[in-house]
C-alpha cells in the first residue's frame, strides 16, 4: 500500500516564476493538509481540502497561493510569482476521514528553492 | 488560539541512555490530542506516538513514553535505551478542531536530538 506521494522531491525556481506542487494522498484518503516549513521551525498549517472542495484556507496567504484537489489526480499547491522567502519544504498530508481520531500520514515532501 | 512550546532547542543522550523531551501547549479546549512526530535527515514526518487528552494512562510504544499532565498541560517524550537511529529533530503537536472546518496539526519549533556513540 503505497504512502503518500509528493512530487517533485524538489524544485528550484526563479523570482518571479510559478511553482506546482503535487500530492498524491494515500489509497482511500479523500482528506488533504498542505504544511509549510521554513528553515528551522515546525510545520506550519496551509489548508485542508476534500475532493473539490476547499474546507479550511486559514493558513493560506493571502495572495499568490491556491489548492485544489480534483475529483480525479493530484491535489495542487501552486504558487504565482515565487518570491525568495517562499523558499522551504512544502509537506502535504493525508488521512482517511475528518476528526481528532484520524491520523495524518505524511509524504515526503517537497523542498522549494528560490534563486 | 494553541500554542506549542518545545523549550529545548537541542538536546544529546549517549547511547543506551534515556532521554527525556520536553513540551508544553496553552489551549481553552478540553478535548484534544497530542503527538510527538520524528524527524530524520531525509525530512520524512514520521509519527512516533500520540495520546488522548480524555485518557489519563500515558501512551507507551515500544522504547518511547510519554509523560501527560493535563493540568500542568505539558507532554514530555522519554526515550529508553537510545540508540543511533533516534537521532532527530522531534517535533510536539496538538490536534484539535479548529473551528474553521478542519483538524490542523499545530507544531512546536523541534528539539534537534543528538546520540552519541
Known amino acids: 500500500n503505497a504512502g503518500v506521494m509528493q512530487n517533485p522531491r524538489h524544485l528550484v525556481r526563479r523570482r518571479g516564476q510559478e511553482a506546482r506542487l503535487r500530492c498524491s494522498p494515500m489509497?482511500?484518503?479523500?482528506?488533504v493538509y498542505w504544511y509549510r516549513q521554513l528553515p528551522e521551525e515546525g510545520l506550519k498549517f496551509m489548508v485542508y481540502l476534500q475532493k473539490e472542495n476547499i474546507i479550511d484556507e486559514s493558513g493560506m496567504p493571502k495572495e499568490r497561493f491556491s489548492a485544489e484537489f480534483p475529483k480525479e489526480g493530484p491535489s495542487i499547491l501552486r504558487i504565482q510569482q515565487v518570491v525568495r522567502g517562499d523558499s522551504a519544504a512544502y509537506f502535504c498530508?493525508?488521512?482517511?476521514?475528518?476528526?481528532?481520531?484520524?491520523?495524518?500520514?505524511f509524504g515526503p515532501g517537497t523542498r522549494l528553492t528560490v534563486t | 488560539a494553541q500554542t506549542v512550546t518545545q523549550s529545548q532547542p537541542e538536546m544529546s543522550v549517549q547511547e543506551a541512555e534515556t532521554v527525556t523531551l520536553s513540551c508544553t501547549y496553552d489551549?481553552?479546549?478540553?478535548?484534544?490530542?497530542l503527538f510527538w512526530y520524528k524527524q530524520p535527515p531525509s525530512r520524512q514526518m514520521i509519527l512516533v506516538i500520540r495520546?488522548?487528552?480524555?485518557?489519563?494512562q500515558n501512551a507507551t510504544e515500544n522504547r518511547f513514553s510519554v509523560n501527560f499532565q493535563k493540568a500542568a498541560k505539558s507532554f514530555s517524550l522519554k526515550i529508553s535505551d537510545s540508540q543511533l537511529g533516534d537521532a532527530a529533530m522531534y517535533f510536539c503537536a496538538y490536534m484539535d478542531y479548529s473551528g474553521a472546518g478542519s483538524y490542523q496539526l499545530t507544531f512546536g519549533k523541534g528539539t534537534k536530538l543528538s546520540v552519541i556513540p
Open positions: 489509497k482511500g484518503h479523500s482528506h
Open positions: 495520546q488522548e487528552a480524555y485518557k489519563q
Open positions: 489551549t481553552s479546549e478540553s478535548d484534544y490530542y
Open positions: 498530508a493525508s488521512s482517511q476521514n475528518r476528526g481528532r481520531s484520524y491520523e495524518q500520514y
